[in-house]
Each structure stands twice: as C-alpha cells, then as structure tokens.
C-alpha cells in the first residue's frame, strides 16, 4: 500500500477535483491548497512527500511557494504544472530544486508514472542506508548467536514482537550483551524494515541539546536556532526510533516522550501545530528501570508504557553453553578480518574462557577474541594469547626478588616492547591490543625513546 502524501496546490477546483480523485485511488493521503500561503501552512504541519505546484496560484506565486518550500525542507519533492507555452519559469523552477515540471493539459497516465518515478528516487536513498544494515535480510534474527535457554527465549520474543509493529517495547540488559542487535532484529523482522530505523544514545547527547535532537525545531525558535531541522521522530516516520540509553534521560523530558508515544504527534520547539507521526520506540537500558522509578528517578508512566513488550537479556555468565561458540565465531571473523589461519583453541585456553566472569559480557568477549587473534601467530589460540585478568592467580604477576628493582615506567616500557614484537611492529594493531590509541602510543615510545 502507498503511504505517501501528496499536496495538489491548484487554483482551479475543477482540476484539484480530478488530480484528488486519481491519486486518491493510487492510495496517496491527498491534501489540497488554492493559494500560496495555504500550501505553505500544510507544508508546516504536515509531512508531505511530494508536491504538485501550479506556476500561477493566487497570494503567490509558484515560485515563491517553490522557494519557501524548499528553504523549509529540501527533500520534498515539487513537480511544477503550467499552461503557458514559455519554457522559461519551468526550467527556473528545475534549476531552484524543482524535480520536474508537467505541461497542461496532461495525460493522467503521465501523472502517475511522474509521481511514481518521483517517489522511487525519493526512497532510494532510504532504501539503500537500510540494505546496508541488512545483509542477513532473509533471517536477521539469527544474528542472535547462542543456544543456551535464555538467548533461545529472546529469540522467540523477537519474533513475537516483530507481528506487533506499533507496540513499544524495552530492551534491558548489562553493558556488552547486545542490546542494539536485538533492536536491530526486530526492526529487520518487521514490516516496517522498508522504512526507517533512526537511532539514539540518549547518554551521548547533552541534557540541553536532546529535546531538541528529538523534536526538532522551527526557525527562530531559540538564539541559535537560524533554520528550521526537523527531529529525529519526524525523521523516523514509518519506520522505527531506537533510544539506547533511556534511562540517562532528565525527568522534564519524559512525559513529551510519552505523549508522542501515546499519540504519535508532537509539537517542534517553537511549533505552534501538531504534527502526526507514526512511529515505533524500542527503548535500551543497562539500568535497572524498576529501582529508577521506585527512587523517583524515571517517571513510572512512561516506563510502564514502554515495556508493554519487555525483552532481558542475560548476562554471559548466565549463558556458560554460548561462551565456547561465540568465541570461535568471533575467531573465524578475525581470521578472514587479519587473514590469519587461527583452527582451534588451545584445551586450556578453553578452560581459562569458561571459568571467567565476564563482566563486559559479549562485547568484552568479542574484543579478548580480537586482541588474541592479533597476538597469535600460531594456528592455535594458547592461553599466552589472552588477557591477564583472564588467567588464574597460580603465580605472582612480578615475582618477589623483582619487586622494588624495576620503576613502573621501565615496566610499562617493556609490556608496550613485548606488544610490539608480538605484532612485528604494527603500531596500529599494538595500539588495539593495548587498549589505547595511536597517538598515546607514539608518545609513550616518545618517551621511553
């Protein structure tokens, strides 16, 4: 079904009756407007995708309205109409941004494939960021790795919510066990994959600046508020809005956050009109929700009403059959990533991988399998490979006669030689394994010359 919206701005009713009709039957959401300044207003508190702009309108003219349109939001597109045999305004209105001009009378047959041609370009690009992040398209929940009970059951609630694209639904789970891949299912699972998934960390955004990221703003609306930016809700219309970190977010903001939620419209800072989205929240925190809002600390309406569908992930402690699998999947993906030839791990290398806590979960798993594949210059993954904190305390780090002889410096000096050797040299891949970047590491070999 066609979900676009299309804006016949046309001073002869007679025509606006006809044009209705037609894309009406196409399934296009039609609004209309006989004047420049009625255009402009819908334009302000709809979201219209495309726009067919007679030249000669009344209050303004079309390239006025093709001007202010464009200055409001470039990526609307606007066929001209036009009865008149001079070329010239229409080739002035491609050369301002106007996608096409069409020379009345036209044959509706025309319209249609104009507005089709149209509409595809406008989605290409849509199109192509979301092929991008589906290459698994077919089965994207299956990026989901693990057999243990409680990644099966995760995988199962994906699907389950994936039939439910309006339903919000909270993610929760420690730092590092994958919460933005399931988010990232659900999205490809559902119908709404064809159209935008949008993504925030609310952490990473200032206090002041997230209202705004969110909502957008009209021109004007603050100091430095010099044009009009449309927010990432708007931005996210049809698709999907994916808030990680939700939980850092202040308490004033929450209910707006609700409201849209509920409503699926919002007001732009600034805006004096609604604007109607439709829009699915997945919502992601490593915070325990439910204390928050016990402390008063996020506002238990709006957390009620995201976990309306709740998916937690257990931690990889939890999930000791999947330790042993992950690792050589993430060990076959750093021998083709490093073109390394790595077949096994070690028996106690295997030992060492079970027995630890993991508290950065996944990910930390992840990174100790990139690091070891980097290291390893065998074709099996040994314990010597892996972390220290990784190894048990069966021997002192520095032995007892070495302690009070060797500076910290001299010490660290020679850990960053090991690294180097390990790595022939590579700064780039030293810098990884010793979890700082390249610039630290030059100055450090600066400094110990």
């Given at each position: ?373 980097i290291l390893c210059q065998e074709n099996t993954l040994k314990p010597d490979h892996l972390p220290i904190e990784l190894k048990r305390d069966t021997e002192p780090v520095v032995s007892n006669d070495f302690l009070g002889k060797i500076s910290l410096g001299e010490m660290e000096k020679r850990h960053i030689l090991e690294v180097l050797k390990k790595v022939n040299g590579n700064k780039s891949q030293a810098a990884k394994v010793l ?15």
């Open positions: 079904m066609n979900h676009s919206k299309v804006l016949i701005v046309e001073d002869h009713e007679d025509l606006i009756f006809t044009l209705k009709g037609v894309l009406k039957k196409e399934g296009y959401t039609v609004f209309t407007a006989n004047n420049g300044e009625d255009a402009v207003e819908i334009i302000h508190n709809e979201l219209i995708d495309l726009v067919l702009l007679d030249l000669k309108i009344p209050k303004m003219s079309g390239l006025e309205v093709l001007q202010k349109i464009k200055e409001y939001d470039p990526e609307i597109i606007i066929i001209m109409m036009t009865a008149t045999k001079d070329a010239r305004p229409a080739i002035e209105a491609l050369k301002m941004g106007a996608y096409d001009y069409l020379m009345k009378p036209f044959e509706l047959d025309e319209l249609r494939q104009l507005l089709k041609n149209a509409l595809e370009t406008h989605q290409l690009r849509r199109e192509v960021s979301r092929l991008r992040l589906s290459q698994e398209k077919i089965r994207p929940v299956h990026t989901i790795y693990g057999e243990s009970p409680g990644i099966q059951k995760v995988r199962q609630l994906i699907r389950i919510v994936a039939e439910t694209p309006r339903t919000s639904v909270l993610i929760q789970g420690e730092s590092g066990t994958g919460k933005e891949l399931v988010a990232n299912a659900i999205f490809e699972c559902s119908v709404r994959s064809v159209q935008p998934f949008v993504k925030l960390n609310c952490a990473a955004i200032p206090e002041n600046l997230l209202e705004s990221e969110l909502f957008g703003h009209e021109k004007g609306a603050f100091t430095d508020a010099k044009s009009m930016k449309k927010g990432l809700f708007e931005l996210a219309d049809g698709g999907t809005l994916f808030l990680d970190e939700i939980s850092s977010m202040r308490l004033n903001l929450q209910p707006k956050i609700l409201r849209v939620i509920e409503n699926q419209t919002f007001r732009r800072i600034g805006g004096t009109s609604d604007i109607k989205i439709d829009v699915r929240v997945i919502a992601a925190t490593n915070t325990d929700l439910a204390e928050m809002v016990r402390n008063k600390e996020f506002r238990d309406d709006l957390y009620y009403r995201l976990k309306v569908m709740e998916i937690i992930l257990p931690p990889l402690r939890e999930r000791t059959d999947d330790i042993l699998l992950l690792s050589k999947l993430f060990l076959e993906q750093f021998n083709r990533e490093f073109h390394r030839s790595i077949h096994k791990l070690a028996p106690d290398t295997e030992e060492l991988l079970l027995g630890y806590s993991w508290p950065g979960n996944v990910r930390e798993l992840k990174n100790v399998m990139e690091r070891g594949v979890d700082i970047s390249r610039s630290t590491l030059r100055e450090k070999l600066k400094l110990y010359e």
